[in-house]
């Protein structure tokens, strides 16, 4: 039976695009489904200092349109738009998009990512955006000279807040235990940095604020004593959570989180249909880790197109 395409990513941050950019060099006949701007997350990070061979570092929009550039000089076939549902269990899938479309293939890498936690405290939803934020490179520049607040104590939270400081002229990470998740490295120079303060074993009950904003925050301690931090923000980088809502959980194998469980080549429980990036049930989220997935989450694909023949 024909079909619109071979192969369908949904998604397009860095795994869905470094399977885009396999997939064109391939001439594999490939469309991209994405439904904002390629790049994903990595659009909301300030500056990236570990992706091999930017020896100065770079930043999070310039790589991620060095991605997009080079699955372009390759003519990837891109689309944008919302993807409503997807039926990945015959040999031909069907995607279907929010404007009733549907398309049809015979293999699919999904790509769809993850996104930040929030804390689900009184005030954090109607100060979102007025204080209350979860991308310390969008807003930090807000903060000049001003007492913020960081929850969290893994990579994301401790780097960020080494970040804020170049802004806000006080930074205080509130952190549920009484040590960092974060790498020692990121730790020590956290330490080390005055302007950077710590309360331990401290959960944020609530957010308070008027029309301008946030001015305090509501602290819990584990020892029971509850404290009251003056801030103007809060950034909440307390890790992720799937972007699952639009796959088909009944007929994908996943983990207790909702991340997509695949084998060793990215294939998931479906033949045929492989998961890249940070959708992926795993243990490290890096932008390295997601492009050499989707790498491999694409020659997978090939080899079982290729299978199909
Ligand atoms: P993470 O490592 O999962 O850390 C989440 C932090 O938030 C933990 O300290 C956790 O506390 C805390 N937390 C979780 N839920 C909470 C809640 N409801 N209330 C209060 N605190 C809560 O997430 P991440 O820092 O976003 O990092 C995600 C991944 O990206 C990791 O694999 C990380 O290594 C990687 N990453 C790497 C770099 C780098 O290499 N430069 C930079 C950023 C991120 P507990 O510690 O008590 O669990």
Known sequence: MPVDYQLIIVGGGPAG???????ARGRVKTLLIEKGATGGQVLLTDWVDNYPGFTEGVSGFELMDKMTA????????????????LDLLGEIKTISLENGDQLSCRS?????????????????????GQGVSYCATCDGPFYRGQEIAVVGGGNTAIQEALHLTKFASK??????????????????????NEQVDFIW?????????????????????????????????????????????????DQLQTDAA?????????????????????????????????????????LSAEQYLAGLK
Do not use: W
């Open 17 to 23: 695009l470094t399977a885009g950019l396999y997939a």
């Open 258 to 298: 909702g991340f997509v469980i695949t084998d060793t080549e990215m294939e998931t429980s479906i033949p045929g249909v492989y998961a890249a990036g940070d959708i992926r049930s795993k243990n490290f989220r890096q932008i390295i880790n997601a492009a050499g997935e989707g790498a491999n989450a694409e």
């Open 171 to 192: 930074v205080t990470v509130i952190h549920r235990r009484d040590e960092l998740r974060a790498t020692k490295i990121l730790q020590e120079k956290a330490f080390a």
């Open 201 to 249: 074993n401290a959960q944020v009950q609530t957010i308070e604020g008027d029309a301008n904003g946030v001015n305090q925050l509501q602290i819990g301690l584990t020892d029971g004593s509850k404290t009251t931090l003056p801030v103007t923000g809060i950034f909440i980088l307390i890790g992720v959570v799937p972007n699952n809502e639009i796959l088909p959980m």
């Open 70 to 85: 080079h699955v372009d000089r390759f003519g990837l076939e891109k689309k944008f738009a919302m993807v409503s549902g």
């Open 108 to 128: 699919v890498v999904l790509c769809t990512g993850a996104r930040p936690r929030t804390l689900d405290v009184p005030g954090e939803k109607e100060l979102t």
